[in-house]
């Protein structure tokens, strides 16, 4: 990788209109991150040493979201939207702090890889003053159009500014720029605003640079890296081809998928070798498998961390804090939330296990419920190793059950009960003798009258 420093600035001070929604368009999700923080991340492996991001609408809620998907970046308010040009010339003073290589990016095209970025760059390393990023999509109408000759980018040209022999070029603009830091200031300075939308237009930084002698060129990338969102129907085609490509990825790197076009992954799923992950289970954030883990149908994992074999599911849900030792078992109906299940430990059926440990190879029977909460506050269960819970047991927190435990089903467990020691938490039967036949008796002949 070059050692050249690089600026990242990425556009995100659109409204986004389209999306309808209360939410700032690029902090809308794609495998549980905000697309502006997967551009974000592209730019970081395509080596950007900082990030600027520019923000408008909904600057507050930006700022603050920013703080976790992008902690270093600096935020740079354009206040009024004048185009494309205005909006990177709103981080003017990040520029000013002198890059070899500025990055020119939008918060709303997620898909962008950072292998496309790096090409540029090192067009960028081998002389080039503006570098474009192309794609040819489907259909060209609404991008701008890249007009080259003899190798060299001339310049682009706005839909609403094409002749129609140049509207019919399908090699468009996607958005993406890579600008020698050296002359990015003075090219963008150069920005009019005599078009057809009265906009300053980032594009037209190509016909000035060219005009200076300065070499411009354009790369090209798959249509499916540049991507723009829209709309939340985009949104869905984005996700949809984030998941084909990490499902793939899952595949390749040695994890069985089924059916992988119903399991559905966050951007910070790891799964390791061997791993079986059978029909409709999505992974939340935070969830990392180890290596073969049986992943059962149709169930729902969120900051979850899995040992090796242990065995998840049908129908499981783990929520976050969940902690599976090495062979541990959580069947189906079970709900485990903050809660460590060791070694071997069984879970099997209908259970829900909340702020709880749960020792190695103990055995927690269907139905068993820690009642962890009393309307205020949580309260924590702690298991012994090969501790045995009868079904359909209450273990009232805080609790504890020493290793070895036993615990008679249908318990109502209130208080602690010691290593190797049996616990009953319920009436006693009474079993009356031909009183049923009795009680048969009596409500028939009232019926009758
Ligand atoms: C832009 C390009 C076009 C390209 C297309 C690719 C220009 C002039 N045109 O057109 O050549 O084919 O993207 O999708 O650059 N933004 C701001 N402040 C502004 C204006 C825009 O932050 O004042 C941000 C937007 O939020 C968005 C991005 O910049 O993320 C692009 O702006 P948009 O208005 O969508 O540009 P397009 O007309 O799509
Ligand atoms: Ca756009």
Redesign the pocket.
């Known amino acids: 990788m070059t050692s050249r420093t690089c600026l990242s600035i990425i556009?995100?001070?659109?409204?986004?209109t389209r999306m309808k929604s209360a939410l700032p368009?690029?902090l809308h999700r794609i495998a549980g991150l905000p697309m502006v923080a997967h551009v974000v991340k592209a730019a970081e492996i395509a080596g950007a040493t900082d990030v600027a991001l520019?923000?408008?609408h909904g600057a507050d809620e930006m700022r603050k979201a920013a703080e976790k998907f992008a902690p270093h970046a600096g935020t740079f308010v354009?206040e009024?939207?004048?185009?494309?040009?205005?909006?990177v010339l709103?981080a003017r003073d990040a520029m000013a702090k002198g890059y070899d290589d500025i990055l020119v990016m939008?918060?709303?095209?997620p898909l962008i890889d950072a292998a496309a970025l790096g090409a540029a760059r090192a067009k960028l390393a081998e002389g080039a003053a503006v570098v474009v990023i192309g794609f040819r999509p489907p259909s060209p109408a609404?991008?701008?159009r890249l007009i080259e000759k003899g190798g060299k980018l001339t310049a682009?040209r706005?839909e609403k500014d094409c002749t129609d022999e140049e509207r019919k070029i399908g090699f468009?603009?996607?958005?993406m720029m890579a600008v020698s830091g050296k002359y990015a200031l003075d090219l963008l300075d150069g920005v009019g605003n005599a078009n057809a939308k009265g906009?300053?237009?980032?594009?037209?930084i190509v016909e000035i640079a060219n005009a200076r002698g300065l070499e411009v060129v354009a790369t090209e990338a798959g249509y499916e890296n540049?991507l723009?969102i829209?709309n939340r129907a985009e949104l869905a085609e984005a996700e949809a081809i984030w998941q084909k490509r990490r499902r793939r990825e899952a595949m390749l790197s040695g994890v069985t998928l089924i059916a992988p076009e119903t399991v559905y992954f966050s951007y910070d799923t790891e799964v390791g070798q061997d791993t079986v992950v059978e029909p409709n289970v999505f992974f939340g954030p935070g969830v990392k498998i180890a290596d073969g883990v049986k992943i059962h149908a149709f169930s729902h994992l969120e900051g979850a961390t899995v040992a090796a074999n242990a065995d998840i599911g049908p129908y499981a849900r783990l929520r976050p804090g969940s902690d599976l030792a090495a062979k541990a078992k959580v069947g189906n109906f079970v709900e485990v939330k903050n809660a460590r299940i060791e070694a071997g430990a069984k879970v099997n059926h209908l259970t829900y296990i909340g702020d709880a440990r749960i020792g190695a190879g103990a055995n927690i029977g269907a139905g068993t419920i820690t009642c962890n909460y009393d309307g205020y506050s949580k309260f924590f269960t702690d298991i012994g190793a090969g501790a045995f819970v009868g079904s359909n047991s209450s273990l009232v927190a805080p609790i504890k059950l020493g290793d070895g435990a036993y615990i008679a089903s249908g318990s109502v467990i209130t208080e602690d009960v010691p290593e190797d020691a049996l616990a009953f938490g319920r009436a006693r039967q009474k079993t009356l003798p031909g009183k049923g036949k009795e009680l048969r008796e009596r409500r028939a002949s009232a019926a009758k009258k």
């Open positions: 556009l995100a001070a659109g409204e986004g368009k690029v520019v923000i408008g354009q009024q939207r004048l185009g494309t040009a205005h909006a709103a939008f918060g709303d095209t609404g991008y701008g682009i706005e468009c603009n996607a958005g906009e300053y237009y980032l594009t037209d540049a723009g829209n």
